[in-house]
């Protein structure tokens, strides 16, 4: 009777937090809440070593060490490849956001390039694809885990997949913005703390806060450019419920 009251009151918050996510009007327009959250429940991944899924201060060493794996995925799918961006909290210098031992990162791919010559170069890396990957409906995600402190995740997307704008925006804004980096780690401090709480709670809890995070990115991104300049550390953005 404990367990089956306990499993009733995870649904019963698991519930609560989707009515919040679809009250904010922030989520991605190209995929329903319902869709997401079914998908975030069919997401595979790799048994990564304890070294890797503890929580650790910034290592310095992290920047260079995306740098590398950048330039190995660059050698290994040639021109196919448009862009390669660092993004996650493994990417955002702040001594006070901690991250697990992740190197996440985005690989943009030209539309005319074929699956099958990208997941032979990825294949060739090392890598490994887990199918959709939890941040877009339209990733793959492909992992390379190096020792037992390190894995390497490769989000794999179209060069024209809006999640690159607000995947990069988020990172800039949390660098740019000490105070928002601040209350994100907070944030995340607060919903692994919390008692009884699942994994799947944890990441409704940590979506919701991407999303009121990422309205305010977008918005400071786009205050910036319509003033044709960069945006300044700190600014404060109007926000507007759009993508």
Request: proline share 7%; aromatic share 14%.
């Given at each position: 009777m404990v367990a089956q009251a306990a499993d009733l009151s995870a649904l019963a918050r698991a519930a609560?937090?989707?009515?919040e996510l679809k009250a904010g009007g922030w989520h991605d327009p190209r995929e329903t809440i319902e869709a997401k959250v079914r998908r975030m429940q069919a997401l595979r991944s790799p048994e990564l070593p304890e070294g890797v899924r503890a929580q650790r201060a910034r290592d310095p060493l992290w920047p260079a060490l995306f740098a590398a794996e950048a330039e190995r995925i660059r050698g290994s799918l040639g021109e196919a490849v448009a862009d390669v961006q660092h993004f996650g909290s493994s990417a955002?210098?702040?001594?006070?956001?901690?991250?697990?031992?992740?190197?996440?990162f985005l690989v943009a791919i030209d539309e005319a390039a074929g699956v099958e010559e990208r997941s032979a170069g990825l294949a060739a890396l090392g890598y490994e694809c887990y199918g959709n990957g939890p941040c877009d409906p339209e990733s793959?995600?492909?992992?390379?885990?190096e020792g037992g402190e390190i894995a390497y995740v490769a989000h794999v997307c179209g060069a024209a997949n809006p999640w690159i704008r607000t995947?990069?925006?988020?990172r800039d804004y949390l660098r740019a913005c000490p105070d928002e980096c601040a209350h994100y780690e907070a944030r995340k401090r607060q919903l692994a703390a919390e008692p009884g709480r699942s994994l799947f709670e944890y990441s409704l809890g940590k979506l919701k806060t991407f999303y009121e995070i990422s309205a305010k990115a977008n918005a400071w991104r786009a205050a910036a450019d319509?003033?044709?300049s960069s945006p300044a550390a700190g600014s404060e953005p109007t926000i507007e419920r759009s993508w």
């Open positions: 609560r937090l989707i009515r955002i210098p702040s001594p006070g956001l901690s991250s697990k031992g992740v190197i996440d793959t995600w492909w992992w390379r885990i995947a990069v925006n988020f319509a003033a044709g």
